[in-house]
Nanobody, 122 residues
Framework: QVQLVESGGGLVQAGGSLRLSCAAS????????MGWFRQAPGKEREFVAR????????VYTDSVKGRFTISRDNSKNTVYLQMNSLKPEDTAVYYC???????????????WGQGTQVTVSS
């Protein structure tokens, strides 16, 4: 099991940047695959970014490619989502997630953080 706590959300102007952090409990953090999802009001939870099973490559949804970067620091048990060139349509609650496998479907992930709000204004 792992406990996930997100931070770093907030209000930013369009074109600006934010970096989200997800702190994970336990010394076995590196054993899990990690990812980020988001959910806007009235919409389903959407895949944003994840590592491959190996952790050596990354996967992104088309709408954030070239703007968002997922990374992790295993020594700190922390995963990050660097978000650049933010757009109003990026406004959502962002969730950190973990699993031994994972994929692009939310139901394939076992552990979730509480979410952090990101609001992008024009």
């Amino acid at each position: 099991q792992v406990q996930l706590v997100e931070s770093g959300g907030g209000l930013v102007q369009a074109g600006g940047s934010l970096r989200l952090s997800c702190a994970a409990s336990g010394r076995t953090f590196s054993s899990y695959n990690m990812g980020w999802f988001r959910q806007a009001p009235g919409k389903e939870r959407e895949f944003v970014a994840r590592f491959s099973w190996s952790g050596l490559t990354t996967v992104y949804t088309d709408s954030v490619k070239g703007r968002f970067t997922i990374s992790r620091d295993n020594s700190k048990n922390t995963v990050y989502l660097q978000m650049n060139s933010l757009k109003p349509e990026d406004t959502a609650v962002y969730y950190c997630t973990a699993d031994y496998g994972g994929g692009s479907a939310a139901r394939s992930w076992a552990y979730w953080g509480q979410g952090t709000q990101v609001t992008v204004s024009s």
